[in-house]
């Protein structure tokens, strides 16, 4: 009984230390035609978008494409980021878990 409280307590520890370095990591994600950026961490937080280009120009479905893109390529390698700190954690490879 003491064993799996204590086997518990060591996985809630490194899981919370899993999420601060998941808080950590930060990375950029570009749109195909430079017009946007995200700036996410590996929690799913995006810390900063930045919108490059003469708005005046761009049709608002293209900005919203764009938008909308890049935030798709953000959260999958935001997964793919915490998947691969997971099995560092745990030793499984668990897709879809984070």
Do not use: C, Y
């Amino acid at each position: 009984m003491f064993d799996k409280m204590k086997s518990l307590w060591d996985m809630q520890k490194k899981m919370q230390e899993l999420k601060r370095e998941l808080d950590g990591v930060t990375f950029e994600v570009e749109s195909r035609d430079k017009t946007v950026k995200v700036v996410m961490n590996g929690s799913q937080e995006v810390k900063e978008i930045k919108i490059q280009g003469n708005l005046a120009d761009m049709k608002n479905s293209a900005l919203e494409a764009a938008v909308k893109d890049t935030l798709t390529q953000a959260l999958k390698r935001s997964h793919d980021i915490a998947a691969d700190k997971m099995k560092s954690v745990t030793g499984l490879n668990i897709p879809g878990l984070m």
